[in-house]
């Protein structure tokens, strides 16, 4: 751990958690409910985006931007409307999760999309020279986003080992060497995204889930996005579906404040994995489905919370979907929020009355 963020370990209540608590939040307990990030897009910024993208003089760049904002106050709005304590606009302003950010640091190239799978093409990037931090990437998507959300903002950014291992690279010697390089371009960022008033970053690692084998980079990279960094900033590691048992305890040594995994869609088949009492980080537990259209109801969603309540105590466990919800149909994805926040408020309120004894339901030692 890198000095400044030193003393976080063991059972101490993590730096950070409770300045989410809404000063109206009805009970006792709180089970802090977020996103991980992406959300459907209005049908109609995709058409406003398509005919910009096809004629400038159609749309002109002054209408994008105005579109664009427009559907970044309308997400935002939905998320706090689903009653989440910590929001975000849904990656409104972001196509692609690498592409985005390799068009803003410096070093990458695009050289044409390749096959991804079936018939799905994919705009790789090419790293053809040193990465370099020559824009903030996600300043103004923060500031936007903060100035019309009345609760707080988190940030999700794509990994630099996510960002790495899903680009060609023509400069560095392996991937380790450009996921290190692209860690300290993504701290410059978070520095200024941090000086902008933002405190909930959040680090998409989900190239980690296909080769976890090398979590001690991802581990080397978190060393290097958290160097300097006040201790009030709440740093999440998501990773989505992979054998957590590869990553499960090393990550008890990352620089961390939250992992986010995505548990739901595998019926909670691998929480035991999570079941030694010794959870170091906050648990982020995925406790509805982002690839299912189906709506769960709030009692399954209540079970889901109790079952993260077996690993970790309330103090420790975060609310959210398993991932981010953009393949969902729009209301889909807003009905899963607000029965997710509605389950959550209701474990709250078992916990505050002694309903549930979260000492009786943890199983590790
Ligand atoms: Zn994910």
Not at 12 to 28: C, I, K, L
Request: include cysteine; charge should be negative; proline fraction near 7%.
């Amino acid at each position: 751990m890198s000095a400044d963020r030193d003393g976080r370990g063991g059972d101490e209540t993590r730096v950070g958690r409770e300045r989410f608590r809404p000063a109206d939040h009805p009970n006792d307990h709180f089970l802090l409910t977020t996103v991980v990030g992406s959300y459907p897009k209005p049908a109609w910024l995709t058409d406003v985006r398509e005919r910009h993208e096809a004629d400038g003089d159609a749309v002109t760049d002054d209408e994008w931007t105005e579109a664009i904002d427009d559907a970044s106050r309308l997400i935002t709005g939905e998320h706090e409307r689903a009653g989440l304590d910590v929001v975000c606009d849904g990656e409104m302003r972001r196509e692609e999760m690498v592409e985005f950010f390799a068009r803003r640091i410096g070093g990458y190239e695009f050289k044409g999309p390749v096959k991804v799978w079936g018939h799905n093409y994919f705009d790789k990037p090419s790293v053809v020279s040193e990465v370099t931090y020559d824009e903030p990437w996600l300043r103004e998507e923060y500031e936007f986003t903060a100035g019309v959300a009345e609760r707080p903002v988190k940030v999700p950014i794509t990994g630099p080992y996510t960002l790495a291992t899903w680009s060609f690279d023509e400069v560095y010697d392996d991937d380790a060497g450009l996921a290190y390089a692209l860690a300290d371009l993504i701290n410059e960022e978070i520095s200024g995204l941090v000086a902008a008033g933002a405190r909930y970053i959040q680090i998409d690692e989900p190239a980690l889930a296909t080769t976890p084998e090398d979590h001690a980079v991802v581990g080397e990279c978190l060393e290097r996005i958290v160097a300097g960094l006040p201790d009030d900033v709440r740093l999440c590691l998501h990773v989505c579906y992979g054998d957590y048992g590869e990553i499960y305890p090393k990550i008890n040594d990352y620089p961390i404040d939250e992992f986010d995994v995505e548990l739901a869609n595998g019926d909670y088949d691998q929480l035991d994995v999570f079941a030694d009492g010794d959870v170091d980080p906050d648990l982020g537990l995925g406790v509805v489905d982002a690839h299912t259209p189906t709506v769960e109801p709030v009692a399954e969603i209540e079970a889901n919370i109790r079952e993260g309540l077996t690993v970790v105590p309330p103090e420790k466990l975060t609310v959210s979907p398993d991932c981010g919800l953009k393949i969902l149909p729009r209301e889909v994805a807003y009905a899963k929020l607000e029965n997710m926040v509605r389950a959550a408020r209701n474990v709250e309120a078992d916990l505050d009355s002694g309903e549930i004894d979260p000492d009786a339901l943890r199983t590790g030692p």
